[in-house]
């Protein structure tokens, strides 16, 4: 399943960058529709495919289409534990996946806690109660990383729970964040939705955002802050691009497991009940 949907990426990647954004499409829905028909893929693998088929169908244009399927093609791969998307060029998706380990990419750590290096973070949990939700979590720390760990439910109008890293030092965070292009963080999904968000909010409560899939294995995650999306309260309030200028204003790093998608849809993939993220390192990419 992981060979089929990189070489649709590396055929979809051109025709995507050339504008033809139907063509990307019609690459990514053949490839989908091949994973599911030849039964080659994990049952986590299926999830990620039929979940973006399910968001391919609510969305309204060729653009947004592409990105739908282009998503679960990125968590085909990620879930193989491969060298994931990155391999094959620029690609219509913020995020790129690739398995950890000593040949894994080097970057500035902001939080780091398996090794302990970078800044010194503190962690505070945000769940759905500020707004009357019944969702509850709690974060530990274990010698694997952060585990952040819980129940999601739309009960009571709720449906998110999430994390906020926030660095004590924040003249060194902005300052870090000023020497990339985006965040490498990896992550493990442990117990229930693989679909999160990461985000970097700001003190007015703006949270610049990307959605992931969380593989079953440690896997480090990259996003540019180009693909970032501006949201305050689930609403989009910008267009994409987290620019340079923004980024004094940046004062926590956010994972978010939600029933709404980085721009502001419902998520498909969102499933209610517990679930588990060990974060074990955050950096600079």
Known sequence: A??????????????????DKAGCERIYMDCSRMILDRGVASEGQRRAVEAAMEEHRRSSDANARAWALRRGLDGVIAMAGGGGSGACGDAPSPMKASQSGRGGRKAGAL?????GDGLKCRSTVVNDTVMGGRSDSRVSTT??????????????????????????DTAAFVEMLRSGSGLVF????MEGCPAWKVQLSDRSGVSWQADFTAP??????????????????GRIVGPRGLPAGKLDGIASIGFMLSFLTADGQDSSAFREGPFALQIARVAVA
């Not at 992981?2 to 990647?13: K, T």
């Not at 990896?186 to 999904?189: D, L, M, N, S």
């Not at 079953?216 to 309260?233: H, K, N, Q, W, Y």
């Open 2 to 19: 992981a060979r089929l949907a990189a070489q649709a990426i590396h055929e979809g990647v051109p025709v995507f960058n050339r504008g």
């Open 216 to 233: 079953g294995r440690d896997t480090d995650m990259t996003v540019a802050f180009s693909s970032l999306l501006p949201s305050f309260r």
């Open 186 to 189: 990896r992550v493990r999904c």
């Open 111 to 115: 939080c780091d806690f398996v090794g």
């Open 143 to 168: 010698g694997s990383g952060l585990l952040f760990q819980g129940t999601v439910t739309r009960r009571g109008g709720g449906g998110f729970a999430s994390v906020r890293l926030e660095p004590s």
